[in-house]
């Protein structure tokens, strides 16, 4: 590789978790190599990483040093020809080429040493996924006067169509659709488009919030089920998340985006009797963003109170005034995508059609 195409791999040991998160949105690759100014490695640093690191602190200005590996795996540019098998018996997917004193010159990716062939993936084959598609999609008025939110096409395919093929890539068969806004114009999209799929629609008399229809479903779950809204996409391994609903003890687990905020104003810090103490340039702000898309307990079913309007909002409040646990599953910024608003809705179309589908 020439520099050029190294720097989107590589990261300074001061930077911090944000700035990683976006490098790592920008490669696509999910992994950097920490490196000093003269490009001698000294770490290794994966989306995995960062997310336990979130998970356990929650400190998004934490540095990559701190959470970096900082024993990677390397080969020598003399080993190049063993990398296949050196990534194969490590279970690594890239591996940085390096010269006597540690400075590296090339990065191979297991993909494109070998093309895999990929066994489809059933690991969440019996888990039940409910789509809540009841909205008006009054954010996106007048498009929704003509359609429900659910059928606006992303490039022309539905929004709610891209969230079911989505799960449906690990595996999922059991999906429930909350509707009610349109609901025969949604029934009767799905029955044509999708007739391998069996969804069970949970029909709403009223609208009952993000929480509240989900009472209305007869079937008894066995095991943690997944909620989405049905206006947003999340780029992330369901798997993964998955397993760490379970393997975490919640009994709601809610999975956040990273959200950059940046003031478009110099921000002024003052003290007592209006005195100054600094000034900061159209400082950024990042936090921690709902996006819709949860996995809950089978057992918090009955937490939901019958034909009342019932955010999954309140559900998260109840549970936490009852000191039970609830937790989050931080995922990047870029790898959340909302259709709420236009401005969005042109961000995931521009989104989608970078990624091959």
């Not at 989107?8 to 949105?25: G, N, R, W, Y």
């Not at 001698?40 to 602190?57: A, E, M, P, S």
């Not at 990065?107 to 084959?125: C, D, W």
Request: charged letters at 25%; one cysteine or more.
């Amino acid at each position: 590789m020439k520099t050029e195409q190294l720097i989107p791999f590589l990261i300074f040991p001061e930077s911090t978790v944000v700035e990683a998160m976006q490098k790592i949105d920008a490669n696509a690759k999910g992994i950097l190599f920490v490196a000093d100014k003269n490009r001698k490695l000294v770490g290794v640093i994966t989306d995995g990483d960062i997310r336990r690191w979130l998970i356990k602190t929650g400190e998004l200005q934490g540095t990559v040093e701190h959470i970096m590996n900082k024993n990677p795996k390397v080969i020598y540019r003399k080993e190049v020809a063993l990398a296949k098998e050196f990534m194969i018996k490590h279970a690594i997917t890239a591996l940085p080429v390096v010269n006597a004193k540690g400075i590296i010159s090339d990065i191979l990716f297991r993909g494109t040493i070998e093309e895999q062939e990929i066994e489809p993936n059933r690991s969440l084959a019996d888990v039940p996924v409910v789509v809540m598609a009841g909205g008006k999609g009054t954010r996106l008025y007048p498009y929704t006067k003509v359609l429900p939110k659910p059928l606006i096409p992303i490039g022309d395919i539905p929004i709610m169509e891209r969230i079911i093929d989505k799960f449906r890539d690990y595996g999922v068969e059991q999906f429930y659709a909350t509707v009610n806004y349109r609901k025969n114009m949604i029934k009767s999209y799905f029955s044509e488009a999708l007739m391998d799929c069996d969804i069970k629609y949970v029909e709403e008399d009223k609208p009952l919030g993000t929480a509240g229809s989900l009472s209305l479903i007869e079937e008894e779950f066995k095991q943690p089920f997944i909620v989405t809204n049905c206006d947003i996409l999340i780029h992330a391994n369901y798997e993964d998340i998955y397993n760490y609903h379970q393997e975490s003890g919640n009994e709601l687990t809610i999975v956040t985006a990273l959200k950059n905020i940046v003031v478009p104003y110099g921000v002024v810090h003052s003290s007592e009797n209006g005195a100054i103490n600094s000034m900061e340039e159209k400082p950024k702000l990042s936090y921690f963003v709902n996006t819709g898309m949860y996995i809950l307990n089978p057992e918090l079913l009955k937490k939901i109170p019958e034909d009342t309007f019932f955010h999954m909002t309140d559900l998260a409040n109840k549970l936490l005034a009852e000191g039970r646990k609830v937790g989050m599953y931080p995922i990047s910024e870029d790898s959340f995508l909302d259709m709420g608003e236009f401005e969005e809705m042109r961000r995931m179309e521009t989104k989608l059609n970078l990624k091959s589908e």
